[in-house]
């Protein structure tokens, strides 16, 4: 008899659970609603499309997200096989030519001989087939409706918001420069400087600004903001300088010219290898796509800036995943059943591939008739599965990838944090080659 498992969703998590459990020989049955069906976040028919930034944060082992980036690497992630083929200058961190990036997967996932995929929304869930459901946090309202009564009424949900992407030609580049902070790294990113009379203008702008209106099936909710994708609009609000210490921070960066300092900064990643797309970092934002032109046209050298894409605001749903999953990401109720990406718990692209990854291996092997495996929690993969399984119930957030989530080395490292967390990371890497080993025997 054919081994086999059902994976919903061709997202990071879905593209890297179906070529793991495809990697052990199993035949995968990857559904994807795409090109049939969207949100309102996709607007290619690509897998692993990125809908918000283009950046994957942090390339450095002694980051949380770096340290995931790396453990995942080293034991065959496809995601991160993709990432580093079409990855774009970005300083310390690892961005991509998103278009590039979702073909590469897209291609990789449908040349898999153990992978069937049907482009078919699924709004059901056969209990007794062992199904890895990563549809993602915009996930379809008849399979959402579907998981609400399958896991009793334990979903919760936030809001997050993609950042706006401009033409770099329509950049006036005698107003703004390229600079990287302290002087780290490659000078990838454009600067575009403020003066004090400027910045505030532009607070008052943006604080009275007119925000869009919330979908008919938000209405009746109260606004959950997660804090790693505020919008702009809503941090400004804390306060008159709560950007010039988050997004807009001036601190470190000069010009390469006159070695002048600034007031606030707005700083422009790139969003393609072509150099052709710049998006502004930590612009996340809901305001109107008219009060978006004209308030961020504000900003010194996005005078006659051209908007290649407004930002976007979206619910996301995630379950309270310490009530309901174990470690290897399979429902408490029903191991047949296994979640992945967002939806867990777990935020950010990586941490997604992450979940993805774990959740895939294990669909396989209980498809093949073995044992669970639960990665080591000293590694950040095995770290981020733990907490979404033994987190405080009452209390659950989306947590992205970081140091506080691993077991303590158990001594004192001299030094301060930085050398702590090599420390820390040392020891998961260590222990990636010993799974990366395991997985090949598997």
């Not at 700083?267 to 796509?289: A, I, K, P, S, Y």
């Not at 979206?314 to 995943?321: C, G, K, P």
């Not at 990586?350 to 092997?365: H, K, Q, R």
Request: proline share 4%; glycine share 8%.
């Amino acid at each position: 008899m054919t081994k086999e498992i059902n994976i919903y969703g061709a997202g990071l998590a879905g593209s890297e659970a179906a070529w793991q459990a495809a990697k052990l020989g199993v035949h995968v049955k990857l559904y994807e609603m795409k090109p049939q069906k969207k949100t309102p976040a996709h607007h290619t028919d690509g897998f692993a499309e990125l809908v918000c930034s283009n950046s994957l944060r942090s390339a450095e082992i002694t980051n949380g997200s770096g340290l995931l980036k790396e453990e995942l690497h080293r034991m065959g992630s496809v995601i991160m096989e993709a990432a580093l083929s079409t990855r774009v200058a970005a300083g310390g961190a690892l961005a991509v030519d998103r278009n590039l990036f979702s073909e590469f997967v897209t291609e990789k996932i449908r040349s898999c001989e153990n992978i069937e995929v049907i482009e078919q929304e699924m709004t059901e869930i056969p209990e007794d087939e062992i199904t890895v459901i990563a549809t993602g946090p915009l996930t379809s309202d008849a399979l959402a409706e579907k998981i609400q009564q399958m896991i009793g009424g334990n979903s919760l949900y936030f809001f997050d918001a993609a950042a706006p992407i401009v033409d770099f030609e329509s950049i006036d580049m005698t107003k703004a420069f390229y600079a990287t902070r302290y002087d780290k790294g490659s000078p990838d990113y454009i600067n575009c400087p403020m003066t004090e009379a400027e910045y505030k203008a532009f607070y008052q702008a943006l604080i009275t600004a007119e925000e869009a209106p919330l979908h008919d099936f938000d209405k009746d909710v109260s606004l959950k903001v997660f804090e790693g994708c505020m919008p702009v609009e809503v941090m400004a609000k804390r306060g008159e300088d709560t950007l010039r210490f988050g997004p807009m921070k001036p601190v470190g960066i000069r010009h390469p010219e006159t070695g002048e300092e600034f007031y606030a900064i707005v700083q422009l990643r790139r969003e393609n290898e072509d150099c052709t797309m710049f998006n502004l970092v930590g612009f996340q934002t809901h305001l109107t796509w008219g009060e978006q032109k004209k308030v961020f046209r504000m900003i010194p050298g996005l005078e006659n800036a051209e908007f290649l894409r407004y930002g976007v605001m979206h619910r996301n749903t995630f379950l309270n995943s310490p009530d309901l999953l174990d470690a290897d990401y399979s429902m408490r109720q029903n191991h047949n059943i296994y979640f992945a990406g967002q939806m867990t718990g777990v935020e950010g692209y990586i941490e997604s591939a992450a979940s993805g990854f774990v959740a895939g291996i294990n669909a396989a092997l209980r498809a093949m008739g073995k044992p669970a495996y639960l990665f080591p929690r000293e590694m950040m993969t095995g770290a981020m599965a733990h907490y979404i399984s033994h987190g405080d119930k009452t209390t659950f957030q989306p947590m992205n990838a970081n140091f506080g989530v691993i077991p303590q080395l158990g001594f004192k490292v001299k030094g301060g944090k930085k050398y702590r967390n090599e420390a820390m990371a040392n020891r998961a890497l260590e222990t990636a080659d010993q799974v990366a080993q395991l997985l090949k025997n598997l």
